[in-house]
């Protein structure tokens, strides 16, 4: 399993990008080392809400894109802002 979403319920569009795709099995380069799964993941799960602006959720688009054409499949729930 891989969790981008903290405890709190606080992730950035960037941690949703970057966690996606190194669920799929895609490499992940953070502070100059790259990353890869051993196991990509068949299923990748997101729970997501709270407001965001098209152009801010582009990067994450393409990322569920690549995690699909990677073979994993994506399925998401949004709206999830407790009421909101």
């Known amino acids: ?3 981008v979403v903290g405890a709190g319920g606080n992730a950035t569009e960037a941690d949703v990008t970057q966690g996606s795709r190194y669920a799929a099995g895609l490499p992940v ?3 100059g080392v790259t990353y890869r799964p051993p196991h ?3 299923v990748i799960n997101l729970s997501l809400g709270g407001a965001i602006s098209a152009a801010d ?3 994450m688009c393409v990322a569920i894109a690549e995690a699909r054409a990677a073979g994993s499949l ?3 729930a ?3 802002g407790y009421g909101t």
């Open 1 to 3: 399993p891989i969790r």
């Open 29 to 31: 380069t953070l502070d």
């Open 40 to 42: 990509p993941a068949q």
């Open 57 to 59: 959720a582009q990067p």
């Open 74 to 76: 994506v399925v998401a």
């Open 78 to 80: 949004a709206g999830n």
